[in-house]
């Protein structure tokens, strides 16, 4: 007698309807839009946090644990800072442009009064810093807030902006290595999403 073999039933993927793969990088007239919006607004820790996500490039490990001393000579900004890397424990550098420096500036008379170690205090009492949740959150809120399908976007959309543009501007490779940390050149290839159409571009801006 033939037995029917009983069909499992099989689970659910667990990102079934939902966009995946890499996160889009923002543009240059996204970046301006969300900036004039939070300091129209006058929230100085968005904007402040905003900022610094695009010039460090950190993942949001690294960004939401940033301690006042990392950013900070004394009362005074710097100009560039280095943070060792939670996931590959190498130092990296990271500009710290006028911009950001000013809006850290006002963030900071906010938070020095608390006593807070930390650059992003989280409002729960049981957290020392934000999460990481509640930066994705706040990503997902500043591009809703332009109007952007806030489900292409994450918080990698904060590191990768810069270093996007940098690659497009320049073509250095390497520069955008060290500046995302990557310990292999080939991280920041898959990263930055380079097809052949991109290497072909470059070569054709380049007559010898």
């Not at 543009?27 to 004039?36: A, D, E, G, L, T």
């Not at 695009?54 to 939401?64: E, N, P, T």
Request: net charge positive; aromatic share 6%.
């Amino acid at each position: 007698m033939h037995v029917r073999p009983v069909c499992k039933s099989r689970p659910i993927p667990w990102n079934k309807g939902l966009l995946v793969g890499q996160k889009k990088p923002l543009q240059p007239k996204h970046v301006w839009s969300i900036r004039v919006r939070l300091e129209v607004a006058q929230m100085w820790r968005d904007l402040s946090l905003f900022n610094l996500a695009i010039d460090s490039k950190l993942r949001a490990c690294d960004l939401v644990k940033l301690r006042v001393d990392e950013i900070c000579s004394s009362a005074t900004v710097r100009v560039r800072a280095t943070v060792v890397q939670k996931k590959t424990g190498r130092p990296v550098q990271f500009e710290i442009t006028e911009q950001t420096r000013t809006s850290l500036e006002i963030w900071l008379r906010s938070i020095r009064t608390t006593g807070s170690r930390y650059l992003f205090p989280s409002r729960l009492h049981a957290r020392p810093h934000l999460s990481t949740r509640q930066y994705s959150r706040l990503v997902h809120r500043w591009v809703d807030g332009i109007g952007l399908e806030s489900i292409s976007y994450g918080t990698h959309s904060m590191r990768r902006t810069k270093a996007t543009q940098i690659y497009r501007k320049t073509g250095n490779l390497r520069a955008v290595q060290l500046l995302l940390g990557h310990t292999k050149l080939e991280s920041t290839v898959r990263y930055l999403g380079i097809e052949v159409d991109d290497a072909l571009n470059i070569a054709e801006q380049i007559e010898l």
